[in-house]
């Protein structure tokens, strides 16, 4: 059975630091893994998403990796600025669609 | 254009009512699903259909029952609330097969009273 776990659940840093959000899976049998943003009262917002076959996606100051054999992926966040404050979802999609999420990660950039 | 729309936003209701929530795609895809957001914050995936038909079924109780009138709808109709279904409901689609992200709906808050 998947599980997904991430790291940590809850981090605070000050404006312009660079940071890593981790996110770990347990069965390596995925077909994809997808970065995700929700911010307080709101809906889900698809950040970045990492095909099987892929190691990494970039977008921005945003950059996944992935690596599949030891179930692990990070989301790098360069220069955080405080509109970056939200929580921050990892799922993987390892059964034709049906996503797995982690707990998230309650990301607080400090001006 | 809002790309996966559900309604209503917001439903307070008493215990022992039915009601219903509803969620629309525009970006023809094939397949939608409904996950549930606890006061935890963990999502977890309830139903997937696909063109119509019941693919995934999470082992959710009967009280809940989705209906897709066609690919671009899937509405969820829940009997005899219960305390403990009081929750998120997200909606949300993709295309089966295909290499794009699925996309979420905003959300309806569901507080059983």
């Known amino acids: 059975k998947q599980e997904v776990t991430q790291i940590p659940a809850a981090l605070s840093v000050p404006e312009g630091e660079n940071l890593v959000l981790n996110c770990s899976f347990t069965d390596s049998a995925i077909y994809n893994l997808q970065w995700f943003r929700q911010d307080p009262g709101k809906g889900l917002t698809s950040l970045l998403l990492?095909?099987?076959?892929?190691r990494e996606q970039t977008s921005g100051r945003l950059n996944a990796s992935l690596d599949k054999s030891s179930g692990r992926s990070t989301l790098y966040i360069a220069a955080s600025q405080p509109g970056d404050s939200a929580t921050y979802l990892c799922?993987?999609?390892?059964?034709?669609?049906?996503?797995?999420f982690g707990q998230g990660t309650e990301l607080s950039v400090k001006p | 254009d809002t790309a996966v729309s559900q309604t209503p936003k917001y439903l307070v209701t008493q215990m022992g009512n039915d009601k219903s929530i509803k969620c629309e795609q525009n970006?023809?895809?094939?397949?939608m699903y409904w996950y549930k957001q606890d006061s935890k914050k963990f999502l977890k995936i309830m139903f997937s259909?696909?063109?119509?038909?019941?693919?995934i079924n999470e082992t959710v109780p009967n009280r809940f029952s989705p209906k897709s009138p066609d690919k671009a709808h899937l509405n969820l109709h829940i009997n005899s609330l219960e305390l403990g279904d009081s929750a998120v409901y997200f909606c949300?689609?993709?295309?089966?097969?295909?290499?794009?992200?699925?996309?979420f709906g905003q959300g309806t808050r569901l507080t059983v009273v």
């Open positions: 949300a689609s993709s295309q089966a097969g295909s290499r794009i992200e699925a996309f």
């Open positions: 990492i095909q099987s076959s892929q």
């Open positions: 259909y696909n063109n119509k038909e019941l693919i």
């Open positions: 970006l023809g895809h094939d397949t």
């Open positions: 799922a993987v999609d390892n059964q034709g669609g049906k996503l797995i």
